[in-house]
């Protein structure tokens, strides 16, 4: 192995890469050595990882329109890490979602960070700012969003595959452990959009002597030392010089089974690196995401209670108009303390009432419904 190399190939990435803000950043950490839980033993049930919850979003500007569009590009990362599936921002009833996104808000905050003028961390040249919104959204509102979406739910209970990687930029295949965690950034960087997270190899002289059955992408070798670090799955990958671009193949196992196997080849080392967590998530969301049963659109007559001022009549409609499980929304009758209404709803009524649980406007009030209507109750 040559130390030198690796940093000259890590400083190339470096200046091609646009990291995450250091304080939501999950980065690969080295395992020197066994630990007593497996890396991807489950958390606790009550648990909730909030940095599944949280996007991040360059603002392009400080306007108010720009801050919206950022907080709604953080809600469409968040959908994609809590369904495991890429294209979840494309689902109507999240594309409905999306233009509210700041009434699913928890809490934000704005970092800045140096980069150089064609948008790449700053190394040398003129370095200017780089603003990112940091957005918190609340799980119960964002869980109720995917249900209603009929997307699946990937759960936190998420395994970390340790990372091994031989590059070979010309000069031989080399192993890239711990003590080059920089190499990985793109990859890291990419994983936390995606809700995965990585460990790499300590780069013990056995584990760089096994560089060439990394090469060669062959899991069952390299199963028993995975499994010195507490791990089951694994993501094997190399990466070289291929024309005038980069090729990296990859593939991902659990327990010496093979999952999956992908390969990309981009002018960019960065997309190419990224994309062995682009396959690793895909693969894991496709065995572990649980899609829920959100019954099939109807439209129902509802009467809304508690209705004490025109302001209250405002708050009730400006919420149903949107809520993106609610495809339309038509006024029956309005009388001075209540409105009934006919809704027609892109979900069963039983996951319109599981979003409703989930908000803070309106309530299921029995004592307004009857068989033809249901009946819900203005919150305080």
């Not at 064609?118 to 190394?123: D, F, M, R, S, V």
């Not at 995917?146 to 970390?160: K, S, Y």
């Not at 593939?251 to 690196?273: I, K, T």
């Not at 979900?347 to 803070?360: E, K, M, P, Q, S």
């Amino acid at each position: 192995m040559r130390p030198a190399l690796l940093a000259t190939f890590a400083a190339v990435l470096l200046a091609l890469a646009t990291p995450a803000t250091a304080q939501f950043e999950t980065v690969p950490t080295p395992a020197p050595r066994p630990v007593a839980a497996p890396a991807d033993a489950a958390a606790a049930p009550a648990e909730r990882d909030m940095t599944l919850y949280t996007g991040e979003s360059e603002l392009m500007g400080q306007g108010a329109g720009e801050r919206r569009a950022a907080t709604a590009r953080a809600l469409a990362q968040v959908v994609v890490k809590l369904t495991g599936e890429p294209l979840a921002a494309s689902n109507p009833v999240v594309r409905r979602a999306l233009p509210n996104a700041a009434s699913f808000v928890l809490a934000e905050q704005t970092g800045s960070e140096p980069v150089d003028q064609q948008g790449n961390t700053a190394i040398g040249g003129v370095p200017v700012y780089k603003t990112s919104l940091q957005v918190q959204f609340d799980p119960n509102k964002v869980e109720a969003l995917v249900a209603g979406a009929g997307l699946p739910m990937w759960g936190a209970n998420r395994p970390r595959p340790l990372l091994w990687l031989a590059i070979d930029d010309g000069r031989g295949a080399r192993l890239v452990s711990s003590q080059q965690i920089n190499v990985v950034k793109p990859l890291a960087t990419r994983g936390t959009e995606r809700g995965l997270s990585f460990a790499l190899p300590a780069g013990s002289s056995v584990e760089q002597a096994a560089v060439q059955t990394i090469w060669s992408r062959n899991p069952v070798p390299m199963q028993a030392l995975t499994e010195r670090y507490g791990a089951s799955v694994q993501l094997m990958g190399r990466l070289f010089r291929e024309g005038q671009g980069w090729t990296a193949d990859w593939v991902l196992s659990r327990g010496g089974e093979e999952l999956s196997r992908w390969s990309l080849s981009d002018p960019s080392p960065q997309r190419a690196l990224a994309s062995g967590a682009d396959g690793a998530a895909d693969a894991i969301a496709r065995r572990d995401a649980v899609r829920t049963e959100v019954g099939e659109p109807e439209t129902i007559e509802v009467r809304i209670a508690g209705l004490a001022s025109a302001d209250d009549y405002a708050r009730a409609m400006g919420y149903l108009q949107t809520l993106p499980v609610v495809a339309g929304v038509e006024v029956r009758e309005a009388t001075p303390d209540s409105l009934r209404l006919g809704l027609r709803l892109a979900v069963g009524r039983a996951t319109f009432d599981a979003f409703l649980d989930a908000g803070d406007v309106l309530a299921a009030d029995p004592g307004a419904s009857d068989e033809a209507t249901a009946g819900y109750r203005l919150r305080p």
